[in-house]
């Protein structure tokens, strides 16, 4: 299953020049990772990123995170997936730029 992050461009680039980080400044205020299902990541884009130009959307295999990502309560009671370890370059499978346009964020078609 593929599970999905919103990086802001100097986000990226910091995960691109170390190959790995603690995440956005929520993520190290909250201790974890925070990621979103397909089904999940346009409100989390919405909510958390209203607005913003220059992000990135990454995926990654759930299963290849391994027993540091944990499925929690958040948001209206769903399950969100939450990784406890650092957000590491070599576990992206591929990244796209996710344009700003008509006041919404454009994900990719097969999402």
Do not use: C
Not at 7 to 25: K, M, V
Not at 73 to 81: I, K
Not at 95 to 102: A, C, D, G, S, T
Request: aromatic share 10%; glycine share 8%; no cysteine.
């Amino acid at each position: 299953m593929l599970i999905y992050k919103i990086l802001r461009a100097d986000e990226w680039a910091a995960l691109q020049s170390s190959g790995e980080t603690a995440g956005a400044p929520i993520d190290v205020s909250d201790g974890f990772v925070h990621f979103s299902t397909a089904e999940q990541v346009r409100e989390t884009a919405a909510k958390h990123f209203a607005g913003a130009d220059g992000l990135l959307l990454l995926a990654f295999d759930a299963n290849a995170l391994g027993e540091a990502l944990k499925w929690e309560v958040s948001r209206g009671g769903a399950l969100f997936p939450h990784l406890y370890a650092p957000l590491r370059l070599a576990d992206v499978l591929w990244h796209k730029v996710l344009p700003f346009e008509n006041g919404a964020h454009e994900f990719p078609d097969d999402l």
